[in-house]
């Protein structure tokens, strides 16, 4: 079956701009994380949903991050203002059984000049 | 916060060789996931481990959860070329709900 999908694969961004990126998750699966990974390093824990609410935000840098999921399925990650600090992967994963294993997507690289 | 990490965190090995990689914490987790991650993609899950104690085999890899389930090690015997790549370990905490903490990871290389 289909996999976590994530768009756009790339986004090149100039500092101070908005950017929008988008997780499909596996169909059926009600829990759905947000992870930023910088190279070299691990995934860093940014939120996660359960269903169409934010289970745990507690990982947002600031408030210029916000993410949303209206129906329980897709959701979209929202940086306003970016900054070059903001450059980095990053990675959607969904799962049926939270706190369980995660299905991750390939990830979008956002790049701010 | 809960922090795992791994070591070491780069290996660069010939084919054939034995490896064993770590991750550690302070603090106890109610389970512990390793995912193996390639260039452009995004981590695939490899094992999860629950009980103190417990190993599981997949193939040439072992896995060993500690006792007291602060640590877990990741074993490969024979390692081939194939098994190149960044290992991670994710830990569920007791307090942290099921937000998953990923350690920095241990950058494999095997070398034919």
């Known amino acids: 079956g289909a996999g976590v999908s994530q768009t756009p694969s790339n986004k090149v961004t100039e500092k101070g701009k908005y950017v929008e990126l988008r997780c499909d998750p596996i169909s059926g699966h009600t829990a759905l994380y947000w992870y930023r990974q910088s190279l070299g390093q691990g995934p860093e824990f940014l939120i996660y949903f359960q269903g169409t609410g934010a289970a745990d935000d507690s990982g947002l840098p600031n408030d210029r991050f916000f993410a949303v999921r209206p129906e329980g399925s897709v959701s979209t990650l929202k940086i306003q203002r970016t900054e070059r600090g903001d450059s980095a992967v990053y990675l959607c994963?969904?799962?049926?059984?939270?706190?369980?294993?995660?299905?991750f997507g390939n990830g979008t690289r956002l790049t701010v000049t | 916060t809960q922090l795992l990490e791994q070591s070491p965190q780069f290996l660069s090995i010939q084919e054939g060789e034995n490896l064993t990689v770590y991750c550690n914490s302070s603090?106890?987790?109610?389970?512990l996931q390793w995912y193996r991650q390639e260039p452009g993609e995004g981590p695939v899950l490899l094992v999860t481990?629950?009980?103190?104690?417990e190993v599981k085999k997949l193939k040439r890899l072992t896995f060993q959860f500690g006792d007291a389930r602060k640590d877990s090690s990741l074993h490969i015997t024979a390692a081939q070329p194939g098994d190149t790549g960044l290992y991670l370990c994710?830990?569920?905490?007791?307090?942290?709900?099921?937000?998953?903490?990923f350690g920095e990871g241990t950058q494999l290389t095997v070398n034919p």
């Open positions: 994963a969904s799962t049926s059984n939270p706190g369980g294993p995660l299905h």
């Open positions: 481990v629950v009980t103190g104690g």
């Open positions: 994710a830990g569920k905490g007791q307090t942290s709900g099921s937000r998953l903490t």
């Open positions: 603090s106890v987790f109610s389970s």
